[in-house]
């Protein structure tokens, strides 16, 4: 199979301010989360190349699921980049997708009312942090959002890959899942179906070695997890998460697999532990100090500035403007969430069921069957 074609500039600054965009949010929440303003956060710091390199390969019309640590991928799913910033990209760096995108500011805003637990959140307040989905024909976005059993997602992601071979719309699925939750039950299961049948679905495993606090000599014995593809019959490779032309060159290959009707792809992307499960709950204190250290050098932001600068993409004066820019926009989407209203107890149903139609016909059922 032929190899992707190279990282085009457009591409490597739209990377660049997505990581700074996601890296931006985490500081702001992970101190909201020190100082006692919200109850939890779990940081995404470290995984910026391989959630951002993944989703800008996506097509509209392409599914997404999600589990703690993808903002990156969110971001690169929902906004119109050059409409968001356009102090450091030009019009014309819009894509045929960002036309169909809503105006950006506005999902940036209801994002941080979601995780703030506002009503004008994606679930009106009903539910905080990523635990929410997007599902816009128009707009080219089919999120799905994550359910805390957190191995339990990869079933609903065949099953959008299963929905995808049946409706012939030769759409990808791309699901993430952490090391730890590989040895669910429903990663295999999930993984057998998607060999079996061919699904059109990829799957990343963001292996930061630790899992929640476990080591990975204590959680498999194989040497490394995509070894597991070949048992199930699916494609598989393990790469450094952190280098963003690997990610990408890997992600592309498994959308071509994926839309050529080759089936699935099992993709293992080495990742750094640099910080704990969830802010404050003292799981990275219990990773050993010369681990802690080691991670810190494997920052995938600087390789990432570094590869910008050497492609001649963009220079120090834009990854300068670019950074302050997306701090700039996660104040400001902060601060407007802050006071956004509380939500209100009468709603606390009203998305718990499918709207309209659906609904409706299911009352309707409900209210006729014998008693």
């Known amino acids: 199979m032929n190899e992707a074609p190279p990282l085009t500039p457009t591409l490597l600054r739209r990377a660049w301010f997505l990581a700074r965009l996601s890296r931006a949010w985490d500081h702001r929440f992970e101190s909201m989360a020190r100082a006692g303003s919200i109850g939890r956060w779990y940081s995404a710091v470290g995984n910026e190349c391989t959630t951002v390199g993944t989703a800008l390969c996506l097509a509209p019309g392409d599914a997404l699921s999600t589990v703690h640590r993808d903002l990156g991928a969110i971001l690169a799913t929902y906004l119109d980049i050059p409409r968001l910033a356009p102090e450091v990209f030009a019009p014309e760096e819009r894509t045929a997708w960002d036309l169909r995108r809503p105006p950006p500011q506005e999902l940036l805003h209801r994002l941080a009312c979601q995780v703030l637990g506002r009503r004008e959140g994606f679930t009106r307040g009903v539910d905080r942090s990523f635990h929410y989905g997007l599902l816009n024909d128009a707009w080219g976005i089919r999120h799905v959002g994550m359910i805390s059993h957190l191995g339990a997602m990869l079933p609903v992601a065949a099953g959008l890959a299963l929905a995808s071979v049946q409706r012939s719309s030769g759409s990808v699925v791309l699901a993430f899942i952490g090391e730890g939750a590989t040895s669910q039950g429903d990663f295999h299961e999930a993984l057998n179906m998607a060999g079996v049948l061919k699904l059109p679905l990829v799957v990343v495993i963001e292996n930061n070695r630790f899992a929640f606090t476990t080591p990975l000599e204590e959680q498999y014995a194989c040497e490394r997890l995509s070894s597991r593809a070949e048992g199930y019959g699916v494609a598989g490779?393990?790469?450094?998460?952190?280098?963003?032309?690997?990610?990408?060159?890997?992600?592309?290959?498994?959308?071509?697999?994926?839309?050529?009707?080759?089936?699935?792809?099992?993709?293992?992307?080495?990742?750094?532990?640099?910080?704990?499960?969830?802010?404050?709950?003292?799981?990275?204190?219990?990773?050993?100090?010369?681990?802690?250290?080691?991670?810190?050098?494997?920052?995938?932001?600087?390789?990432?500035?570094?590869?910008?600068?050497?492609?001649?993409?963009?220079?120090?004066p834009w990854l300068q403007r670019a950074s302050e820019l997306a701090t700039t926009l996660v104040e400001a989407a902060v601060e407007r969430a802050l006071a956004a209203p509380e939500p209100e107890v009468r709603e606390a149903r009203r998305s718990m069921y499918a709207p309209g139609e659906v609904r409706e016909a299911s009352n309707r059922q409900a209210s006729e069957a014998p008693r």
């Open 237 to 316: 490779e393990t790469l450094d998460g952190t280098d963003l032309t690997a990610v990408v060159t890997a992600m592309e290959r498994a959308c071509t697999r994926a839309r050529g009707g080759h089936g699935a792809t099992l993709l293992e992307c080495m990742l750094p532990r640099m910080r704990g499960h969830a802010e404050g709950d003292g799981s990275y204190e219990l990773i050993p100090a010369e681990e802690r250290a080691r991670f810190l050098t494997m920052d995938p932001l600087p390789p990432l500035e570094a590869l910008v600068k050497t492609s001649g993409a963009a220079e120090e």
